[in-house]
């Protein structure tokens, strides 16, 4: 998490996680500077380092091994990390768009996003070809190859098209692995069929020519039929056409062609070569808008054509991270300088290398292993990274370099001076009016006067026969994405409201941003409360009003208004089990270790984004299938863990309950953070409430034990049902996107013993 003693000033915005941004981040974190906000947006978590993915389908490596963690990386160097798609840019307000969510300002803007290859430009390549990149589609293609040639019973062609030195790695590598794969067993790998087309007249044309030789030699070798002057017009299921009338058998067909730039960046004004990639100059810095920066593969360096390679990415990543930090401090940039010259390391997929610089070429098994040393050297900057010292309160909030204008200087000035306290720590009429003016609250007809309604409060009507149901819910921000905070804090406030079979009618929020410039305050808030407001919309509940505060850290919560019969029919409580029933549990678990060791910089970057996508789904459609299902108790797990909600639920209604551990639905990552000793800081609390469990000895040592006290935000429904409709009721569930939902124990008449709760494997 970022620290909010020093009041932004800055956004630096990096679209992309490619080899140049990830070096560029890393060393901004290692000398962070004082007021720079950085952001970090990439439609993929976890990203290749292309050096060691030949290695990665050879076998050789672990996805782990090859791949860049950005969720870690980013939260390591204090900087946000939004999972999404850019869709373009809003060059004059300075904003970058993106998809489904509101825009990020960037007062400097960084773009390092590779290559996409143009398979829409061949009929059929669309829809039949696996493209390289982006590296996420491809490798879940790859798995389901792998799955597909261990049932291989009749003969099956790969086909690569591109001759570069990745089209020529690749169908190496494949074929190593594949036929690896079909001998362990007991297959015929001569069942397996490779073909390499290339529209050029020579494999590897911007290599010497004893390269070529050695890997014209290798290739025919290894049997893999190599095709010169093939440039493939038409993929069909199972074939591939060229242009001059040939045809070749292709059940699976791999692209590695001539690449271009993402299409986003068409409409962005920016000068691009005939690639679409964006041009730059001596200072990775475009020609046209001096506040934005390319590197890596989308890059087109003016001064002198570069090869797409991945030594050209990497050590654009210093010169990349310096200029940036030259253009915020109004100092003049330095001109990055590519060298003639390279070192190509060239993998067969055997543990055998090729070395290709200029006209020298050397192969041999002592190539393959200086590469792995090279490769692996490199991975260990972001595997290993190092611990990172908090800052002193005398070092809390240095001066900054970055240059200001004046009006901005005095409100930096201002940020970092003593704050009032009372109604002078209101976040001012201005920055309001204009981050919540754009906020469009569901229209309601009970909701007389709303948000935008210039009075004290709001006013809201009770419908005849209906009866309100108040909740609230506040805590701080646990992760640098204000918008995805929202949506959870939202979520996590109308979890009780749902719970309880009731209907949401109105919320008023109230929320804590750290003071800064103007601008950044405000959009802070409208990122923070679109996310909110799209929640809660979407719940049919009206956003009202609310207080907006200053602290040093960003909080929200809400005040929620639900209605419900008067009667009381259709309401969940928490009392209510009945001996026999079943104890469903409709979202995994555990939060709130995973969130521990995200403040850690110890989770992985997935990890964490499968926990967020679990905490934004709603559990309203779960509590109308619960009802539907006869569900005779109900509550949403939040703060006191499973257990704790549990025995919330066993003791109004005088029943015991038996959980079983193996059932639990984990989120991923949840036990290897336990296991690693991390847990939430309201974990020891929690755990007093072992005395509720009858035989806590017999499982103590189960590594999914401590999760029975995993305090959980926005977490899932845990209800009973009738053992008879039980099953009926996971199913959909299940079916109505809850796809971990799970039956986790059966409720049981009270015994004479004093603990409810007895554990089961």
Known sequence: MQSHEQPVLRDLVLVGGGHSHVVALRMLAMQPEPGLRITLVCTDIDTPYSGMLPGYVSGHYSFDEVHID?????????????????????????????????????????????????????????????????????????????????????RFTVAVVGGGAGGVELVLSMQYRLRQELQALGKNPDLLQFVLLTAGETLLPTHNP???????????????????????????????????????????????????????????????????????????????????????????????????AGVFAVRMGRPLARNLRRALRGQPLQPYRPQKHWLALISTGDRHAVASRGPIGFAGDWVWRWKDHIDRRFMRKFTELPAMAPASPSQAAPASG?????????????????????????????????????????????????????????????????????????FRSFIDDPYLFGQVAANHALGDIFAMGAEPQSATAIATVPPGLEAKVEDLLLQMMTGAVEVLNAAGCSLVGGHTGEGRELALGFAVNGLIDERMTGVMRKGGMRPGDVLLLSKPIGTGTLFAAHARHAAKGRWIDAALKSMVLSNQAGAQILREHGATACTDLTGFG???????????????????????????????????????????????????????????????????????????????????????CVRALQAAGYPHTAAIGRISAASDALEPVVLSA
């Open 402 to 474: 970055l240059v200001l204008n004046a009006e901005e200087s005095r409100q930096a000035i201002s940020a970092i001076a003593m704050r009032c306290g009372g109604c002078g720590a209101k976040v001012g009429a201005s920055i309001l009016s204009r981050a919540l003016g754009n906020l469009q609250p569901v229209q309601r007809d009970d909701v007389l006067i709303g948000l935008h309604a210039p009075d004290d409060a709001a006013v809201v009507r009770v419908p005849p026969g209906m009866a309100m149901v108040h909740t609230v819910d506040f």
């Open 70 to 154: 950005l969720g870690r990386l980013a939260a390591f160097a204090g900087a946000r990390f939004i999972h999404g798609e850019v869709t373009g840019l809003d060059r004059a307000s300075q904003r970058v768009l993106l998809k489904g969510r509101p825009a990020i300002p960037y007062d400097l803007l960084s773009i390092n996003t590779g290559s996409t290859p143009n398979v829409r430009q061949v009929d059929g390549a669309q829809a039949h070809a696996v493209p390289v990149k982006p590296i996420a589609h491809f490798n879940q293609r790859w798995l389901d190859l792998l799955e597909r040639v261990r049932g291989l019973r009749d």
């Open 210 to 308: 004893r390269v070529r030789a050695r890997f014209a030699h290798v290739l025919k070798e290894r049997r893999v039929a190599v095709h010169t002057r093939a440039e493939v017009s038409q993929v069909s299921p199972g074939c591939l056409t060229t242009q001059d009338g040939r045809t070749f058998d292709a059940d699976e067909t791999m692209w590695v062609t001539q690449a271009g730039g993402p299409a986003w960046l068409q409409g962005t004004g920016l000068a691009l070569d005939e690639h679409g990639f964006v041009c730059v100059n001596e200072y990775l810095q475009t020609p046209d808008d001096p506040k934005i920066y390319a590197a890596g593969d989308v890059a087109s360096f003016l001064p002198r054509p570069l090869e797409k």
């Open 642 to 728: 499973l257990l704790g909600h549990l025995v919330e639920m066993t003791r109004p209604s005088g029943v015991d309950a038996e959980l079983q551990l193996g059932a639990l639905p984990l989120l991923d990552g949840a036990v290897d953070c336990v296991k690693a000793g991390i847990v939430s800081s309201l974990q020891p609390a929690n755990v007093r409430l072992r005395r509720a469990l009858r035989n806590a000895v017999a499982f103590v040592d189960d590594q999914r034990y401590p999760l029975l006290f995993d305090p959980q935000t926005a977490g899932g429904l845990l209800a009973s049902v009738p053992a008879d409709r039980a099953a009926d």
